[in-house]
C-alpha cells in the first residue's frame, strides 16, 4: 500500500476523509507543524512516504537542488473544499501506479507523472 504524508497545507478534514477510506496517510500538521519543506522531505524519506502539497516548492527543491523523494504529488487545483481535494487525490492514486519515483502534478483537468532522474533507493 502507497503510504503519503500530507504538506501543512493540506486541510486536515481532507486527511480525515482519507483516513476513513483506510488510506495509509499522515499529517505534518497534526505530528509536526512549522517544519521547513526540507523537514518534511527528510520525514517522508525516513518513513518512506509520497509527499502531497500544493507547495510547488518542493519542485524546486527536488529537481534544482537534487534532493531525493520516494515521491510527490503537487496539486495545481483551486482548494475549493476538503472533500474535492480529497477526491482528486483518490482520482490520482487510481490513475497514477506506481507513484513512487515519479512527480504526479494534478490540475482539473489532467495529471502528469514526470519520472524522477534519481529516485530514492
Do not use: C, Y
Amino acid at each position: 500500500m502507497t503510504k503519503l504524508l500530507a504538506d501543512e497545507n493540506i486541510p486536515r478534514k481532507t486527511v480525515e476523509i482519507l483516513k476513513k477510506e483506510d488510506l495509509d496517510i499522515t499529517s505534518v500538521s497534526e505530528t509536526s507543524p512549522g517544519l521547513s519543506d526540507r523537514a518534511v522531505i527528510d520525514q517522508a524519506n525516513k518513513e518512506n512516504r509520497i509527499i502531497i502539497t500544493f507547495d510547488k516548492d518542493f519542485g524546486e527543491l527536488i529537481f534544482k537542488e537534487r534532493l531525493k523523494v520516494k515521491g510527490l504529488i503537487l496539486l495545481r487545483i483551486a482548494p475549493a473544499s476538503p472533500e474535492h481535494i480529497a477526491e482528486r487525490i483518490r482520482h490520482t492514486l487510481s490513475q497514477v501506479t506506481p507513484l513512487e519515483n515519479k512527480i504526479v502534478t494534478v490540475r482539473e483537468d489532467r495529471t502528469r507523472a514526470t519520472p524522477l532522474r534519481r529516485p530514492i533507493e
